[in-house]
């Protein structure tokens, strides 16, 4: 079976997909971080509330992310995913959750942020009332995350470069030729791999990170409907918010791929 990922973990490029370029000269990359996974869902615990997890005790935490990676690796065309940069992450069942998950999900990452990195900041800049103001992008694939959160507790492994320098309006374009079980990452998984791994943007190699895109949600307003949300390193800071997708293609700009266990 083809690999569709390279050695570096970000999807090849086909056909007419529009892209920074075809070879990734990785001016704009991450470092692995540590997966140290009895901190990692320490911090889940301390940012949410142990509340949120009572149907996901750190056994079955752990359980869950070493089956994903299982599947991952066995699969032939997307091995190399874990061969870049990836994260664990978990979204409480949805009905945990006292009010408007997808906010209560940033402002914890904030607070894990600032927790470890006390130098530096997290600011929220994007609109407020983010749950009220979004929906699903088309063909994301999305909805396959929802049905389960609305059931029970998600784990997932969010891989945050995959698609780098790819055109965001593309995005589900790519994601139509990959595994079924690939899903177009959105504020959710990325703001909760951010609480379990806040220093997924920080940097000792000289090299700048990424802006990651978020790209599964989109705003309703039709007249916002060209703008996207995202994470992004800003002095060692860490922000929130949203931007226009019009214009040239970017090498800064990486969407996520996510994958949950089922």
């Known amino acids: 079976m083809q690999q569709n990922v390279d050695s570096n973990g970000r999807v090849i490029p086909a056909g007419s997909e529009r892209v920074y370029s075809v070879t990734d000269r990785r001016y704009f ?8 996974l009895p901190a990692i869902y320490q911090r889940f615990v301390k940012f949410l509330g142990s509340d949120l997890f009572v149907d996901l005790d750190y056994s079955e935490f752990t359980r869950q992310v070493a089956q994903l990676k299982s599947e991952v690796q066995e699969d032939p065309s997307l091995s190399n995913l874990l061969q870049g940069i990836y994260v664990p992450f978990v979204l409480p069942k949805i009905s945990f959750f006292t009010d408007a998950p997808l906010e209560q999900l940033v402002v914890a990452a ?30 994301s694939r999305w909805e396959n995350i929802h049905k ?30 990959l595994a079924k079980n690939l899903v177009l990452s959105g504020i959710p998984e990325a703001a909760s791999a951010f609480i379990g791994s806040p220093g997924l943007l920080m940097k000792n190699d000289g090299k700048y990170p990424n802006l990651l895109a978020l790209t599964a949600f989109l705003p309703k307003e039709q007249s916002q409907s060209h703008m996207f949300h995202f994470f992004e390193a800003y002095g060692w800071n860490l922000y929130f918010n949203n931007r226009s997708q019009i214009g040239a293609v970017s090498e800064y700009y990486s969407g996520g791929i996510s994958v949950i266990a089922q």
């Open 110 to 139: 904030g607070r894990s942020f600032e927790d470890s990195y006390p130098n530096f900041e997290f600011r929220f800049l994007a609109e407020s009332d983010l749950d009220s103001k979004l929906e699903l992008r088309q063909d």
């Open 148 to 177: 389960i959160w609305i059931e029970r507790s998600v784990v997932g492994l969010y891989f945050p470069t995959a698609l780098s320098g790819f055109a965001i309006p593309d995005h589900t374009v790519v994601l139509s030729r």
């Open 29 to 36: 990359c991450l470092e692995q971080p540590k997966l140290d």
